[in-house]
Nanobody
Framework: QVQLVESGGGLVQAGGSLRLSCAPSGGSVSSYAMGWFRQVPGKQREFVAAFSWLGGRQFYGDSAKGRFTISRDDAKNTLDLQMNNLKPEDTAVYYC?????????????????????WGQGTQVTVSS
């Protein structure tokens, strides 16, 4: 079973940047549809961005559009999330997720229920 390991979280000032990385052990990033979600205490897990299995499309949540970029590096076997112009409201635990490449509609990428594997999460804290 694939295990997802996130890295790259930390503390940054507002306006700064962070790059998160997700590495699947026991699997290949090119074998899954993959995405990033985030969660703050007391709230539901929120979709951030996703990368389609065939690599042809990227999907972004409203909070990520224009500031975050998702990418997949097949050679390094990682899924990355470049986050620029960070805001205090971006503070959350960020989770990497992977889904088996069954038939997926674009809407499936936005739903946490449509992912099969999850990482442990990495904390991102943005100070004002």
């Amino acid at each position: 079973q694939v295990q997802l390991v996130e890295s790259g979280g930390g503390l940054v000032q507002a306006g700064g940047s962070l790059r998160l990385s997700c590495a699947p052990s026991g699997g290949s990033v090119s074998s899954y549809a993959m995405g990033w979600f985030r969660q703050v205490p007391g709230k539901q897990r929120e979709f951030v961005a996703a990368f389609s299995w065939l690599g042809g499309r990227q999907f972004y949540g409203d909070s990520a559009k224009g500031r975050f970029t998702i990418s997949r590096d097949d050679a390094k076997n990682t899924l990355d999330l470049q986050m620029n112009n960070l805001k205090p409201e971006d503070t959350a635990v960020y989770y990497c997720a992977a889904a088996l490449p069954r038939n997926r509609t674009p809407a499936d990428y936005y739903s946490a229920l449509k992912y099969d594997h999850w990482g442990q999460g990495t904390q991102v804290t943005v100070s004002s």
